[in-house]
Protein backbone atom coordinates (compact mmCIF):
# COMPACT_ATOMS: atom_id res chain seq x y z
CA UNK A 1 0.00 0.00 0.00
CA UNK A 2 1.61 3.26 -1.32
CA UNK A 3 1.78 6.47 0.39
CA UNK A 4 -0.29 9.52 -0.83
CA UNK A 5 0.01 13.47 -0.90
CA UNK A 6 -2.72 15.99 -1.17
CA UNK A 7 -2.20 18.97 -3.64
CA UNK A 8 -3.80 22.65 -3.94
CA UNK A 9 -3.74 24.98 -7.47
CA UNK A 10 -4.39 28.30 -6.10
CA UNK A 11 -6.05 31.11 -8.58
CA UNK A 12 -3.02 31.60 -10.78
CA UNK A 13 -2.29 27.73 -11.95
CA UNK A 14 0.13 27.42 -9.18
CA UNK A 15 0.55 23.70 -7.62
CA UNK A 16 2.25 23.55 -4.22
CA UNK A 17 2.27 20.29 -1.69
CA UNK A 18 0.24 20.67 0.81
CA UNK A 19 0.71 17.47 2.66
CA UNK A 20 2.42 13.85 2.01
CA UNK A 21 2.89 10.65 3.70
CA UNK A 22 -0.53 10.20 4.00
CA UNK A 23 -2.46 6.90 3.79
CA UNK A 24 -5.29 7.30 1.68
CA UNK A 25 -8.04 8.09 3.73
CA UNK A 26 -6.26 10.51 5.82
CA UNK A 27 -5.17 12.29 2.31
CA UNK A 28 -8.79 12.12 1.20
CA UNK A 29 -10.31 13.53 4.51
CA UNK A 30 -7.89 16.51 4.29
CA UNK A 31 -8.79 17.82 0.98
CA UNK A 32 -11.77 17.23 1.98
CA UNK A 33 -11.53 19.23 5.07
CA UNK A 34 -9.98 22.06 2.57
CA UNK A 35 -12.43 22.38 0.01
CA UNK A 36 -15.08 22.56 3.00
CA UNK A 37 -13.74 25.60 3.78
CA UNK A 38 -15.18 27.19 0.41
CA UNK A 39 -11.89 28.96 -1.33
CA UNK A 40 -11.32 29.24 -4.69
CA UNK A 41 -8.47 27.02 -4.25
CA UNK A 42 -8.72 23.43 -6.12
CA UNK A 43 -7.51 20.49 -3.71
CA UNK A 44 -6.91 16.82 -4.89
CA UNK A 45 -5.04 13.59 -3.52
CA UNK A 46 -2.67 11.52 -5.62
CA UNK A 47 -0.79 8.43 -4.99
CA UNK A 48 2.77 10.05 -3.76
CA UNK A 49 5.43 7.47 -5.83
CA UNK A 50 2.89 7.46 -9.01
CA UNK A 51 3.46 11.23 -9.26
CA UNK A 52 6.65 11.97 -8.13
CA UNK A 53 7.82 9.13 -10.88
CA UNK A 54 6.20 10.78 -13.46
CA UNK A 55 8.40 14.66 -12.31
CA UNK A 56 5.13 15.92 -10.76
CA UNK A 57 5.94 18.73 -8.84
CA UNK A 58 7.41 17.28 -4.98
CA UNK A 59 7.02 20.68 -3.01
CA UNK A 60 9.54 21.90 -0.94
CA UNK A 61 12.55 20.45 -0.37
CA UNK A 62 13.09 18.92 3.22
CA UNK A 63 9.96 19.09 3.98
CA UNK A 64 8.54 16.10 6.78
CA UNK A 65 5.99 13.62 6.23
CA UNK A 66 2.40 14.69 7.08
CA UNK A 67 3.42 18.20 7.17
CA UNK A 68 1.12 20.81 6.20
CA UNK A 69 2.65 23.49 3.78
CA UNK A 70 1.51 26.19 1.84
CA UNK A 71 -2.04 25.67 2.91
Known amino acids: MGTYRVM ?3 DNGNR ?12 RRL ?4 EARGHKQL ?3 EEAGAAEAAGE ?4 AGSGD ?4 NA
Open 57 to 60: PTGE
Open 66 to 69: ATLR
Open 8 to 10: RQD
Open 16 to 27: FLVAKGLDGAEA
Open 31 to 34: AAEF
Open 43 to 45: YWV
